[in-house]
Nanobody, 114 residues
Framework: QVQLVESGGGLVQPGGSLRLTCVAS????????MAWYRQAPGKQRELVAL???????NYADSVKDRFTISRNKARNRWYLQMNTLKPEDTAVYYC????????WGQGTQVTVSS
């Protein structure tokens, strides 16, 4: 089993930055890919960014050039650096680990508002 815990969400003004952290514990050797998703009220959960075992990254068009996904494999952590935040980035953000199955954290709220 794998447990994921996110942190780093909060309230930020438009144009501000936040850094989300996901810490994995348990059978972490089974995780080969890591991602961040988000879900805004009344909308479906959507992929924000992912990083593959060979460190390739992929981003949703809406966050390209503003968000950066990275990982520290030795510490079983991955991160989402979010810059130039916009009100439409407001959502609950979930970290996702891809292994024998998808693993999910509990989510962290990000609110972008003045």
């Amino acid at each position: 089993q794998v447990q994921l815990v996110e942190s780093g969400g909060g309230l930020v003004q438009p144009g501000g930055s936040l850094r989300l952290t996901c810490v994995a514990s348990g059978s972490t050797a089974s995780i080969y890919g890591m991602a961040w998703y988000r879900q805004a009220p009344g909308k479906q959960r959507e992929l924000v960014a992912l990083i593959t075992p060979n460190s390739s990254t992929n981003y949703a068009d809406s966050v390209k050039d503003r968000f950066t996904i990275s990982r520290n494999k030795a510490r079983n952590r991955w991160y989402l650096q979010m810059n130039t935040l916009k009100p439409e980035d407001t959502a609950v953000y979930y970290c996702n680990g891809k292994g024998h199955r998808d693993y999910w954290g509990q989510g962290t709220q990000v609110t972008v508002s003045s």
